[in-house]
């Protein structure tokens, strides 16, 4: 009798067990595969290699770009997104700094030359980074310009999209 | 004679419902790893990524069995699995819901069609900048 008693205790006991094994396995697979899958880090350096190729040739600045008022337009570019969740062409932002450079004293102050986009999402950069946060990438290239003269150019650019990549 | 009757029969009983258990929890983390969302949301983006990336007169053939495959089984013909409007992918593989959009910001003329010559593979051509 005693034997069978402590048999069912072990047998809810092992159910008890299984049931938590249960639990953690849907919990992991709902965390891993309810998780869109978040490639704004990959569009970010996809943009600013874009912008890039756009502004300079074979290493040589083409300072006329940075001045054109169409100049998503002349990098065919186009920052207009699905109709999702009130998404209204707001989603990226992109800046470009230009730099004074001298190769003894480094990089000089900048300016910023382009805004393109929404930049609220600049000012939530300054909060964090990817997560509910835009995902947001700085990076610097150093050019000469027609007239031989050095120059840095700092891009930066936040692409939002919470909703689908978070 | 009867007590050893009894513990045979729990035992088959426990096994049964063990081996019951763990099935219900493969069979489920199959379904979820295959699901069709995961499946129309992972071929929108790269599909959406390939086409960032890419430059003009560029063909790109993408191998999309485990999406056509599918589809098929929900009644949807492979040429009518993806497509792009505008700077927008559309991948559809479920009969019900509109399948899933992600946008592009190159904007280039790209089309997108179902290789006939092939059993799974799409092809994704940039024929040029757009006006």
């Not at chain 1, 899958?37 to 300072?63: H, M, P, Q, T």
């Not at chain 1, 169409?70 to 707001?90: A, P, R």
């Not at chain 1, 929404?118 to 000469?144: A, E, H």
Request: hydrophobic share 40%; aromatic share 12%.
């Amino acid at each position: 009798m005693n034997s069978r008693g402590t048999d069912k205790i072990i047998s809810i006991y092992w159910f008890a067990i299984l049931f938590l094994v249960a639990a953690a396995c849907v919990y992991l697979v709902y965390s891993f595969y309810g998780k869109p899958y978040d490639i704004r880090e990959i569009e970010a350096n996809f943009l600013i290699n874009k912008i890039v190729d756009c502004i300079s040739d074979n290493g040589i600045l083409k300072l006329e770009t940075l001045d054109s008022s169409s100049f998503l337009e002349n990098c065919h570019l186009t920052f207009e997104v699905e109709d999702f969740s009130g998404w209204n062409g707001d989603q990226i932002y992109a800046e470009i700094f230009l730099c004074e450079f001298d190769i003894s004293q480094g990089q000089g102050p900048c300016i910023s030359k382009l805004n393109l986009g929404n930049q609220n999402i600049k000012s939530d950069c300054n909060l964090n980074s990817g997560g509910n946060y835009p995902f947001c990438l700085n990076r610097s290239s150093y050019f000469i310009d027609a007239g031989q003269k050095k120059h840095s150019t700092k891009i930066f650019v936040g692409v939002r999209k919470t909703e689908k990549n978070d | 004679m009867q007590k050893r009757g009894n513990i045979l029969t729990e035992n088959i009983i426990f096994i049964i419902l063990n081996l019951v258990f763990v099935v219900i929890l493969v069979l489920f983390i199959f379904s979820r790893m295959s699901g069709e969302g995961v499946l129309e949301e992972k071929y929108a983006k790269q599909i959406a990524l390939i086409v960032d990336g890419a430059k003009p007169v560029m063909e790109i053939h993408l191998n999309m069995q485990d999406a056509v495959e599918k589809a098929k089984s929900n009644g949807i013909a492979p040429e009518n699995i993806a497509s792009i409007s505008e700077n927008i992918v559309n991948v559809k593989i479920n009969s019900r819901g509109e399948g899933y959009d992600y946008s592009f910001f190159n904007n280039v003329d790209a089309t997108i069609y179902f290789d006939m010559t092939s059993d799974f593979t799409y092809i994704i051509k940039i024929n040029g900048n757009k006006k």
